[in-house]
Structures are given as C-alpha cells and as structure tokens.
C-alpha cells in the first residue's frame, strides 16, 4: 500500500495555520495539502484558553490577517470574537475540507535522496499512528506547551482548603462570585483577569513578585471608525493597519533608545489613572527598562479602574507558603482566599515538539541557525511560524506564508525539489534567538535556534525591515542551497 502524498503538510489549524493555508490556495492552487491538527477543533490558543475576560494582547488591525479586513467596533477584542473571525475565515474559503483533527505530529524524517518527509502522527485518543509524505513542511504550531502552563513549586499547597486553577485549563465549573481571589502574576494574564473577575468577585488582589510595565489603551480606534464612514472597508483597514505598525514600531525604538523618557511616560499614564496618592513605585516601576519584556496592554483602563474603585488591589511581596486560607508573604502578611490563580506564566514549546530527522540524523534544533525567522540551517523544505514579540503574531506569520508560497513558486520554475538554508559565512556569531528577560523565555531559550549576527540569520523584530526582505527580496540568495534530487516515482497524491 502507498504512503499518501501531498505537496505541503500544515501543522496546526490556529491562527496562523489557517492563515498559511489561505495563501497557499491563493498563491500556490497547482499545490495539494492538509493541516493536522491536535486537538478536535479550529482555533488554537484562542480556543484553548478561555479564562475570563481573554482578549488580544495586540490591536485586531494588525492581530487579523492582511487578507480578511477586521470589521467589528473594537480593536483590541475579545477571545471568543477572535475565534470566530479565524472560524469564519476557514469558512469562507474551504480551509475546513482539509483539516484532519486528534492528529499530533511527533515525528517528521526527511529523506535526501526522495526529496520529501515522512511524517508520522498520533490519532485520537487511542494515539494510532499515522503516516503521510510530503515536500514541504509548514509547522503553525506556535511555540507554546498547550499540555501544560507553567506553576513553581510553591511551599505548603497541599495546605490551601481552597481552589487552585491555572488560566491556561480554565474549569467551566468555577464560581468565583462573591469570593475572595488572589491572582498571582503580573504579565498579560494577570492584568486580563483582574479586572475581568473583580466584576463578581467580592475582592480580586493581583500578588506580584516584582511589577510590570502596564500601558492603558482604548479598545476603539476612533481613527479606523472615521476611516470606515467614509472609505471601502479594505482601503480602511490597510490604512489602520499601517498606522499601528508604524506607531508600534515607534513605541518599541523609543523604548529601546531612550528608555528613560518612556518610563517616564509609563509612569505618567499610570499616574494619571490611579491618582497621585497611589504609590505608583512600588507596585508599577519595574527593575528592567521598557521591552526587555512585553509590555502589557490594558483596554480602557479596566485594571486601573478596578484598583481605583476598590473592587480590586495590588500586592507586590514575595510568597513564603501556602496556608489552609491563603498565601503568607516574606513581609509576614497573609492574604485570605478562597481561590487562587497561578498565572505564573507558560512553558515553550518550539515546534509542538516535533522531532526532525534529516537523513538519519536526529536534528538538535539548538544547535542550527534560524534562516529569515522562518527556516532552520541544515534542515531541508521545512518552515515555521511565529510571530513578533513586540508586535503582533499576524504581522510576521502573514509575511513568512506569503515568502513561502514564493519559495514553493520559484523551485516549480527552477525544476528544484529541495532547499536547505546553509551558513557559509564564519564571520556570523550566534546570538539568542529572542532577546526577552521574561522568565518563561530564559526556561526554555536554550532549547531553541540560535539566531545569526548578520542577515539573513538576524531575527530584526521590525516589520517594515522583513517586509522589504520577505515579501521583495530574493529566495535565492547566497544562504540557500537548491538541488534536483531524482524524483521517484509518482507518489499517491491525497485528494486534498
């Protein structure tokens, strides 16, 4: 019996899955795919987390896809309106006729000499393995731990008579009404959750170790309401959208070049809405400068309002133990709880944890050099997506499945069945991969690719420097390595 064939293997139907295989239909028809999937549904994080009040963490303009105009009033937007924009967007272009759920990739071999992997995968709950051949492999999985978040070992939880959950495996069962709450964390969880259960709660303490950068926001773009009045939606939401990149862009160089002034004005902002009485130092002014860690975003002030009104305060201490009805601090100080949430942070997960096998040999991804932010050296016809760290995901995976598909394009032109990224130059030095002091970065950042010291092994976070590169520069520059393997004979295609 023959191996089922298709030309490109997706894996992972979320945002940037879904994404991928819009491109491909556009730009690449003549090509055959699918998209495995682990879990039984669309939508990746945006359906796994559904802890209260899940939003973006970037504006819906940039967040959506280049192809697909946001539409809905808010920009910075909930996660169950996210979800249904990437459901609709399958939808409507037949992206669902292609997707094999319960199928977890773990393997993938490559084999030189026939120009094409074979993937091997985990399905349904009795994990039977699968097999597939393809050309080329597009990972969308993202790059966290969907298993599992991360939880330190904190003393004495065994004592705590109360309830303990983790945003990431929300209960459909927990009423957190009327109880007191203590959420620990200070990232983007953290600021989400506060405001979102203190509207029923009898009180919500968000428990930090040490502050983050908090920045308010409008969740409308008052701009992009006026831009829609009077323009087509897709000339609107273009405009929009390089508004905010621009704007973004600007954020992080000045926060990078003069971190000073924008803590300063960090500082104001939160100034501003807690009133001058609130001790703003304490609680907001963090040890490192702005993005050296994400800054986080908080729509309309919810964070800050909570606070003011009183339905919500901030402690920054360190935790000594658990007790039976709290957490008591290293200041001696007990906090009471019925519920505790450990929004302490996620586990990467490069790749869903696929093991590549190239040739024979097991391949050590951090021990290879990440090829325009979306190849790896030494690792032949496979390609990965992720996103920007100081902006949004959409930004950079939209570019990466639009270079591919030219990539794809230009080996059908050359007669190539192969194409490996390969660093010849010695003067190139490695360097991390993301350059984040976030503490679910340092855990795992050792694991990753390296990126290179000079284009186009440097990862540049900027959009308009990788649009140039990405979307107008050349595939077939000096790093990438092309050859004609002998083809074999016509493998069974899929009726994908």
Request: glycine share 6%.
């Amino acid at each position: 019996m023959s191996l089922e064939y298709v030309d490109v293997l997706i894996v992972g139907a979320g945002l940037s899955g879904i994404g991928a295989a819009v491109h491909l239909q556009n730009d690449c028809p003549q090509k055959t795919y699918a998209i495995f999937e682990a879990r039984d549904t669309i939508g990746g994080t945006w359906d796994l987390f559904r802890y209260p009040g899940i939003r973006s963490d970037s504006d819906m303009y940039t967040l959506g896809y280049r192809f697909r105009p946001w539409t809905q009033a808010k920009a910075i937007a909930d996660g169950p309106s996210i979800l249904d924009y990437v459901r609709q967007t399958a939808r409507e272009h037949g992206i669902e006729r292609h997707i094999r759920f319960r199928h977890r990739v773990v393997r993938a071999s490559w084999s030189s000499a026939d120009a094409r992997w074979t993937v091997e995968a985990e399905r349904g709950p009795d994990r039977e393995i699968v097999r597939i051949a393809c050309n080329f492999l597009y990972l969308c999985a993202g790059y966290y731990n969907y298993e599992r978040g991360y939880t330190p070992d904190f003393a004495g939880v065994q004592d705590f008579k109360g309830r303990i959950v983790h945003p990431q495996h929300w209960p459909e069962d927990l009423d957190y009404s009327g109880k007191r709450v203590v959420v620990i964390g200070s990232g983007a969880t953290a600021v989400t959750l506060v405001p979102a259960m203190a509207e029923t709660a009898a009180h919500v303490t968000m428990l930090q170790r040490s502050p983050s950068y908090v920045m308010s926001l409008p969740s409308r773009d008052l701009i992009a309401d006026a831009l829609r009045r009077v323009l087509p939606s897709k000339a609107a939401y273009a405009l929009v959208r390089w508004k905010n990149v621009l704007l973004s862009i600007l954020f992080f160089q000045l926060s990078r070049r003069y971190p000073e002034l924008v803590k300063k004005l960090l500082r104001k902002g939160v100034r501003t809405a807690l009133g001058r009485d609130f001790d703003v130092d304490t609680h907001f002014k963090p040890r490192y400068n702005p993005w050296d860690q994400r800054v986080c975003f908080v729509p309309d002030a919810d964070l800050f309002k909570a606070i003011r009104c009183g339905r919500a305060s901030i402690v920054t201490d360190h935790i000594e133990r658990f007790t039976d009805s709290g957490i008591r601090l290293a200041s001696g100080k007990e906090l009471k709880a019925d519920i505790i949430v450990t929004a302490t942070g996620l586990e990467l997960k490069l790749l869903g944890g696929t093991e590549l096998i190239v040739d024979g040999q097991r391949i050590d991804l951090s021990k290879t050099l990440t090829y325009k932010g979306m190849m790896c050296s030494g690792v032949p016809n496979m390609a990965f997506a992720i996103g920007y760290t100081n902006a949004s995901w959409t930004l950079k995976c939209d570019l990466t499945s639009a270079y591919l598909c030219r990539l794809l394009n230009h080996m059908d032109r050359m007669g190539y069945r192969q194409c490996t990224p390969r660093n010849t130059d010695p003067s190139v030095t490695e360097l991390p991969l993301i350059d984040f002091s976030s503490g679910y970065v340092q855990r795992a950042i050792d694991r990753f690719p390296k990126q290179g010291s000079k284009t186009p092994w440097r990862l540049h976070q900027n959009y308009v420097r990788d649009l140039l590169a990405l979307r107008y520069g050349p595939v077939d520059d000096a790093a990438m390595e092309f050859s004609r393997p002998a083809p074999l004979i016509e493998p069974a295609r899929s009726a994908a």
